[in-house]
């Protein structure tokens, strides 16, 4: 059964919704692509999705090389709001991403696993 990106891709092989749900990045994240957590130091350290990269809003622009240009990208935040202009900026840097829907308060709801 194909995944959410192969099925994705099949109709436009550039494209990623501005936003996805919980599930849809889980979907994501299992075929390959790039969580980037954009909360600043101390949200970060009050607990973060294991598999993220902590990359804050405000260096987003300078840090964003440190993303690999072919895997798609999965920003995050407390509750959607700047990952909604993260992706947005990642998009227009290049880079194939979204924003999950909902941040880290949704992941949680969802039982996405959170560390510190």
Do not use: N
Not at 15 to 26: C, S, Y
Not at 35 to 61: F, M, N, S, Y
Not at 64 to 75: C, D, G, T
Not at 85 to 107: E, I, N, V
């Amino acid at each position: 059964m194909p995944g959410f990106l192969d099925r994705l891709l099949r109709r436009d092989p550039d494209a990623l919704p501005k936003t996805v749900r919980v599930d849809q990045a889980l979907d994501l994240l299992e075929e390959g692509a790039v969580l980037v957590d954009v909360r600043e130091k101390d949200e970060w350290r009050t607990g973060h999705a294991p598999q993220a990269r902590h990359i804050p809003l405000g260096r987003l622009q300078a840090e964003s090389r440190r993303l690999p240009q072919e895997a798609p990208v999965v920003v995050m935040c407390a509750s959607g709001m700047r990952s909604r202009g993260a992706a947005a900026q990642l998009r227009a840097a290049g880079y194939r991403a979204t924003s999950l829907s909902g941040g880290l308060a949704a992941w949680r709801t969802a039982g996405g696993r959170v560390t510190r």
